[in-house]
């Protein structure tokens, strides 16, 4: 079956950087587009980033914008988040989740088991 | 950018319940929008996309309708399982979720 495991997640300092990976099985990744979603404890979904299936399309929210950088490797089946510049609002609980069907935006599912990235001195 | 704005925050039913939580969207969405359910320590799991389509596995008691700004997603008889946390997602115009709805015990 289709699915995605984070993993990257960890304690990190103010102003520090974090790679997070995402492992992908059970589909034709370079088939489609994959988000980042991030939920800070207790609060709601955020979403972070979007890249195209081929990654020649990438997108930011603006809390994140020139800080963090998407990219993935189809050879690999993996995503990436490359996060430079952390800030303490950036602790959260980050999730890759696969688009539903063709086009870049759209409903996700499945979503991996989210790795939690704490930004603290 | 999009903002969508779900109610209630917090929900009190009993089993057995019909359950209703809107979601209401800052510009229209045409049919743009999903409900994501999710438990604690656990990933979202999509249940309705393009507003009314039920996703496959999902039990038939959950439903959702709406188009343009305002969104409805209904539990037809509340189960134990259904305990949790929802959320809407716009997919318009970039992505943006609603705060959630919480559904707890009465």
């Known amino acids: 079956q289709e699915q995605l495991v984070e993993s990257g997640g960890g304690v990190v300092q103010p102003g520090r950087s974090l790679r997070l990976s995402c492992a992908a099985s059970?589909?034709?990744?370079?088939?489609?587009?994959i988000h980042w979603v991030r939920q800070a404890p207790g609060k709601g979904l955020e979403w972070v980033s979007l890249?195209?299936?081929?990654?020649?399309?990438?997108y930011y929210a603006d809390s994140v914008k020139g800080r963090f950088t998407i990219s993935r490797d189809n050879s690999k089946n993996t995503l990436y988040l490359q996060m430079n510049s952390l800030r303490p609002e950036d602790t959260a609980v980050y999730y890759c989740?696969?688009?539903?069907?063709?086009?870049?935006?759209?409903?996700?599912?499945?979503w991996g088991q989210g790795t939690l990235v704490t930004v603290s001195s | 950018d999009v903002q969508m704005t779900q109610s209630p925050a917090t929900l009190s039913a009993s089993v057995g319940d019909r359950v209703t939580i809107t979601c209401r969207a800052s510009?229209?969405?045409?049919?743009?929008l999903a409900w994501y359910q999710q438990k604690p320590g656990k990933a979202p799991k999509l249940l309705i996309y393009?507003?009314?389509s039920l996703e496959s596995g999902v039990p038939s008691r959950f439903s959702g309708s709406g188009s343009g700004t305002e969104f409805t997603l209904t539990i037809s008889s509340l189960q134990p399982d259904d305990f949790a946390t929802y959320f809407c997602?716009?997919?318009?115009?970039?992505?943006?979720f609603g705060q959630g709805t919480r559904v707890e015990i009465k």
């Open positions: 997602q716009q997919y318009d115009r970039y992505s943006t």
């Open positions: 989740a696969k688009v539903r069907g063709g086009d870049n935006w759209n409903s996700l599912g499945p």
């Open positions: 393009k507003a009314s």
């Open positions: 510009q229209s969405i045409s049919s743009w």
């Open positions: 059970g589909f034709t990744f370079s088939s489609y587009g």
């Open positions: 890249i195209s299936r081929d990654g020649s399309n990438k």
